[in-house]
Nanobody, 126 residues
């Protein structure tokens, strides 16, 4: 699967952005998907994940109540709606597909995801 993230940009503290991740080349509707973020020189951290039909979601504590992950299987697109943004949300954001061979609940671990899009930069000014 090929993943193409978009929607990043510059926003003021308290503002909102919606990231999109377009999938192509494989069946998207059967896949659990996730968002991660990373700053230069730092490790990539989990943000949110969603099950293949959207019935289950998982969020990092740092974004819970502010971010919302969703998935439109008809459009082969994953979304991340980000509200009440803070300067510490500044990062490159990556979408990813969870490995199909991995059993169990949604994962926060980067190693559980086997396909990654390129990053889209979100900058939150104070």
């Amino acid at each position: 699967v090929q993943l193409q993230a978009s929607g990043g940009g510059l926003v003021q503290t308290g503002g909102s952005l919606r990231l999109s991740c377009a999938a192509s080349g494989d069946v998207f509707s059967s896949d659990n998907m996730g968002w991660f973020r990373q700053n230069p020189g730092k490790e990539r951290n989990f943000v949110a994940a969603i099950s293949w039909r959207g019935g289950k979601v998982l969020y990092a504590d740092s974004v819970k109540g502010r971010f919302r992950i969703s998935k439109d299987n008809a459009k082969n697109t994953l979304y991340l709606e980000m509200n009440s943004l803070k300067p510490e949300d500044t990062a490159d954001y990556y979408c990813a597909r969870e490995s199909r061979s991995r059993p169990g609940p949604l994962s926060m671990r980067t190693a559980a995801y086997d396909s990654w899009g390129q990053g889209t930069l979100v900058t939150v000014s104070s």
